[in-house]
């Protein structure tokens, strides 16, 4: 970590751990090489020295975006399967066999592309079925799955099938659409278990993201794809669901209170003038702000814990900075640890709590803090 640096992630390696331990102990079969890590957009803002960990704890399946960040696992050191979940252009087609990616297909058209590449490179590469039973995003759709695509993709000498999944659209809110889409997804298995060609009970077939992991038990099936709840968050604004299960949240942002005044009321606090004090304010500058990832949309509502209590977000969130009131905390000095997410005494910021402020998912928080390249391991 730079210690010149007046704003600092810490990552929580025991949270971490822990959460690994207790995905597994819920898996309808308790067993390791059944998750999926997705650790896509640097490990949902925590790092890839945090992926290299999981390797080390016994994880051996990782989901990517982007061949990029692919290569990125490999060059730390990342040995077991990376699943490219979203499939490709074909730009990065020579990067997903240069690094062993197993690419999600969704279209024929990617599979010709990946048929051409292998004319010329003659290098064998896994890769999985996407089936679009309801998300609208990649996937094939159901009826585009025909016995005659069955034909052209088995006993391929290069391309093997490995596996078969589709995505929830709404497993955090919506159950009877997960319901529908778990029973499109059984209806298109069904079809390939029909088909003469196809190795059926060899393959792998999984649909659960973090909210359906956590909510729908019953549709673990044979690989599950956590993401968030893997870094102890909730995929909603209610954090109970990921406490209960056991998990702790992995990302902390701390900082330092840069500057203190004291304002009689009637000031204006911050670009636009949106926050007018209603009485004497002590306020405190923190050196964070959209830059680093704090959304603006936080501006006026966000808090902060400084000495375990909360300070207030006063005024519109600037570009490295933001104000605070600490008029109700006694004693606050300048130096004074500042608590953006985490932990500080008996109370806590969680990223789902923020995700409410906000108006937005606990995902996008926690990216959005990947701006700071300041880590610790604790
Ligand atoms: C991102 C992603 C996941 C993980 O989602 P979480 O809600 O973070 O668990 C799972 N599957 C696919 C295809 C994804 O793109």
């Not at 650790?39 to 704890?57: F, M, N, P, R, T």
């Not at 094939?140 to 069955?150: A, M, Q, V």
Request: contains cysteine; proline residues 4%; charged residues 20%.
């Amino acid at each position: 970590m730079n210690i010149d640096y007046p704003l600092w992630m810490e990552i929580d390696l025991q949270s971490l751990h822990n959460n690994f331990i207790r995905i597994q102990q819920h898996l309808t079969v308790p067993d390791a090489s059944r998750i999926i890590g997705v650790v896509k957009a640097d490990a949902y803002g925590h790092g890839l020295e945090s992926v290299l960990q999981l390797q080390k704890w016994g994880m051996n399946r990782f989901g990517v975006a982007t061949a990029q960040e692919g290569k990125a696992l490999r060059q730390i050191g990342i040995k077991g399967t990376i699943y490219l979940l979203g499939g490709f252009i074909d730009q990065e087609i020579p990067g997903i066999f240069k690094n062993h990616l197993t690419p999600a297909l969704s279209s024929r058209e990617e599979w010709d592309r990946l048929n051409s590449a292998v004319q010329t490179n003659q290098q064998e590469l896994d890769f999985h079925i996407k089936i679009d039973t309801g998300m609208g995003r990649m996937g094939f759709l159901p009826e585009e799955l025909d016995e005659s695509f069955f034909d052209q993709i088995s006993h391929h000498p290069y391309l093997r099938l490995k596996g078969v999944m589709t995505h929830f659209a709404s497993s955090e809110n919506n159950p009877a659409y997960t319901q529908k889409q778990f029973e499109i997804f059984q209806n298109c298995l069904k079809r390939l278990s029909h088909s003469k060609q196809i190795l059926f009970d060899n393959l792998e077939k999984h649909c659960c993201n973090s909210a359906g992991f956590l909510f729908f038990p019953y549709f673990h099936l044979d690989l599950v794809r956590v993401g968030i709840a893997l870094f102890g968050v909730s995929p909603i604004h209610d954090f109970s669901p990921a406490r209960s299960l056991g998990l702790s949240p992995v990302m902390r942002i701390r900082s330092r209170v840069k500057h203190l005044k004291t304002l009689p009321s009637g000031c204006y606090i911050g670009y636009g003038g949106t926050y007018i004090t209603q009485g004497q304010t002590r306020l405190a500058v923190i050196p964070i702000g959209y830059a680093q990832g704090l959304l603006r949309r936080l501006s006026n509502r966000m808090e902060v814990l400084i000495k375990g209590q909360r300070a207030k977000c006063l005024g519109v969130i600037s570009m490295d900075q933001m104000m605070v009131d600490v008029t109700n905390i006694p004693n606050v000095k300048r130096g004074d640890l500042v608590t953006i997410l985490g932990p500080d005494g008996a109370d806590e910021i969680r990223a789902e709590e923020m995700a409410a402020w906000a108006e937005t998912i606990p995902h996008e928080i926690l990216c959005s803090f990947s701006r700071i390249k300041n880590r610790i391991l604790v």
